[in-house]
């Protein structure tokens, strides 16, 4: 028998179902600005992707917070269809599509406390990697079962760098006491699985497309189709020190 795995889990769209958060927040444009041309959900949409990729991802960038990028983002994409708003005003509608989310955050199907349970017990040691912002994520670990879980949760804004920059990794595995090649990371973001790869750990493509496809896999990627899939990868490890994908009856 080998020693058991550690997990590593990215949070938005992998553990914590984000469409709420797009719906509250279709919801409050619509409210604050009812002859906005385009439909609301289509711009909630585009926000959460470009805020994505505005966010400082190089090595060397100077760090900007989730929420100050999301809040310029907002503002930049309804001056587009003619609203002019300064940042600051984006981010009182970005709080209150928040608040009306975070009474109804719900896991990504599949996710649920038995199978963290099920996959606490197979493993050496988890731990959630995201890129956000302390604030909104300690509102998810509020409402959501995660702390008995999860022993460690390392946000961009605590180390000041995002996903695939290596130190947000190491972090966690650190804080573990963890070694990369008995190490799965597990997210929908194929660039975010690159990061990981590139220290060692092993990819995991799990999630839906919201924001990310599976193009731009890394090498060696283990794909599962629905979360009830991943424990059978931390039993194959146990016996056979490998990590394989679970056989499929």
């Given at each position: 028998?080998s020693p058991?795995?550690?997990v590593?889990?990215?949070l938005?769209?992998?553990l914590?179902d984000l469409?709420?958060?797009?719906?509250?927040l279709?919801?409050?444009?619509?409210?604050?600005?009812p002859?906005?041309a385009?439909?609301p959900?289509?711009?909630?949409?585009q926000?959460?992707v470009?805020?994505?990729?505005?966010?400082?991802?190089e090595?060397?960038l100077?760090?900007v917070?989730?929420f100050?990028i999301?809040s310029q983002?907002l503002?930049?994409?309804?001056?587009?269809?003619g609203?002019m708003?300064e940042?600051?005003?984006?981010?009182r509608?970005?709080?209150a599509?928040?608040?009306?989310f975070e009474?109804?955050?719900?896991?990504?199907?599949?996710v649920s406390e038995a199978?963290?349970?099920?996959l606490?017990?197979?493993s050496?040691?988890m731990?959630?990697v995201?890129?956000g912002?302390?604030?909104?994520v300690?509102r998810?670990r509020?409402?959501?079962?995660?702390?008995?879980?999860?022993?460690?949760?390392i946000?961009?804004e605590?180390?000041?760098?995002?996903?695939p920059?290596p130190r947000?990794?190491?972090?966690?595995l650190?804080t573990?006491?963890?070694?990369?090649?008995?190490t799965?990371?597990?997210?929908?973001?194929?660039l975010?699985?690159?990061g990981?790869a590139?220290?060692?750990l092993?990819?995991?493509?799990?999630?839906?497309?919201?924001i990310?496809?599976?193009?731009?896999?890394?090498p060696?990627t283990?794909r599962?189709s629905?979360?009830?899939?991943l424990p059978g990868?931390?039993?194959?490890?146990?016996?056979?020190?490998?990590?394989?994908?679970a056989?499929?009856?």
């Open positions: 028998m058991k795995p550690f590593l889990f990215d938005g769209e992998t914590v469409k709420e958060l797009l719906g509250s279709a919801r409050e444009i619509g409210a604050s600005f002859a906005i385009a439909a959900g289509d711009l909630a949409r926000w959460i470009q805020a994505s990729q505005e966010m400082p991802r090595e060397g100077p760090f917070s989730e100050e999301s983002v503002a930049k994409l309804l001056s587009e269809r609203v708003i940042p600051s005003e984006a981010g509608i970005l709080r599509a928040w608040d009306d009474p109804r955050v719900r896991f990504c199907e599949g199978w963290l349970r099920d606490r017990s197979l050496a040691g731990g959630i995201t890129d912002d302390a604030e909104n300690g998810l509020k409402r959501l079962p995660l702390d008995p879980y999860f022993d460690v949760v946000t961009s605590a180390v000041r760098a995002y996903k920059n947000i990794y190491r972090a966690a650190e573990l006491h963890a070694e990369p090649d008995r799965l990371f597990v997210s929908d973001s194929p975010d699985l690159q990981a590139a220290l060692g092993r990819p995991v493509f799990m999630g839906g497309p919201l990310h496809g599976p193009r731009g896999l890394p060696g283990l599962v629905k979360p009830q899939e990868i931390l039993r194959r490890f146990e016996r056979t020190g490998r990590f394989e994908e056989e499929r009856g």
